[in-house]
T-cell receptor, first 113, second 113 residues
Framework: DGGITQSPKYLFRKEGQNVTLSCEQNLNHDAMYWYRQDPGQGLRLIYYSQIVNDFQKGDIAEGYSVSREKKESFPLTVTSAQKNPTAFYLCASSWRGADEKLFFGSGTQLSVL | DQQVKQNSPSLSVQEGRISILNCDYTNSMFDYFLWYKKYPAEGPTFLISISSIKDKNEDGRFTVFLNKSAKHLSLHIVPSQPGDSAVYFC????????????FGQGTELSVKP
């Protein structure tokens, strides 16, 4: 059953702590993305990767880091430099090419203790 | 700078009637537009899309209209059903820019029986 799996569903971060959100896809998609959703706002792009071992900053990359060592995996680390990390984080993937429709995971809710 | 705007945060419609959700954009380079549907604590799911070479695209009860001169698109749902109650996001992209979708703030649709 193909899809995008995000884990954990809920995550709590202590002051000064780095946390990593997992995203795995078995759709054989080339591109993967991380978005953040805050209440009353649209989704904002954090980082994206179109190919293994390459990634680019989105609109709100400060305080976040990513890696893309495998095609299937695109983990997001929320570092202590991100001062307002509480949000709903969404991972997505897509084919590269004519149809740039994104497929989303079910999200991770990150809260600060 | 909000490039994609959904000015109505919420919309309430009676079951069986038409729902019209609106979206405006400012970037004339956008040439691909999508609508996503999202339930609470879940990832968005793709609904319908339209490219800038068309002014209408239909899929069952869902129709998207694009007015390029006005930089405006709308989603029509006919007839509306209670299961359509969700948050609807419009999104836009520039073709071949790596699938970087720019999202609006969302409109929460409530369809009452």
């Amino acid at each position: 059953d193909g899809g995008i799996t995000q884990s954990p569903k809920y995550l709590f971060r202590k002051e000064g702590q780095n946390v990593t959100l997992s995203c795995e896809q078995n759709l054989n998609h080339d591109a993967m993305y991380w978005y953040r959703q805050d209440p009353g706002q649209g989704l904002r792009l954090i980082y994206y990767s179109q190919i293994v071992n390459d990634f680019q900053k989105g609109d709100i990359a400060e305080g976040y880091s990513v890696s893309r060592e495998k095609k299937e995996s695109f983990p997001l680390t929320v570092t202590s430099a991100q001062k307002n990390p509480t949000a709903f984080y969404l991972c997505a993937s897509s084919w590269r090419g004519a149809d740039e429709k994104l497929f989303f995971g079910s999200g991770t809710q990150l809260s600060v203790l | 700078d909000q490039q994609v705007k959904q000015n109505s945060p919420s919309l309430s419609v009676q079951e069986g009637r038409i729902s019209i959700l609106n979206c405006d954009y400012t970037n004339s380079m956008f040439d691909y537009f999508l609508w996503y549907k999202k339930y609470p604590a879940e990832g968005p799911t793709f609904l319908i899309s339209i490219s800038s070479i068309k002014d209408k695209n239909e899929d069952g009860r869902f129709t998207v209209f694009l007015n390029k001169s006005a930089k405006h698109l709308s989603l029509h749902i006919v007839p509306s059903q209670p299961g359509d109650s969700a948050v609807y996001f419009c999104a836009a992209s520039v073709y071949n820019q790596g699938g970087k979708l720019i999202f609006g703030q969302g409109t929460e649709l409530s369809v009452k029986p």
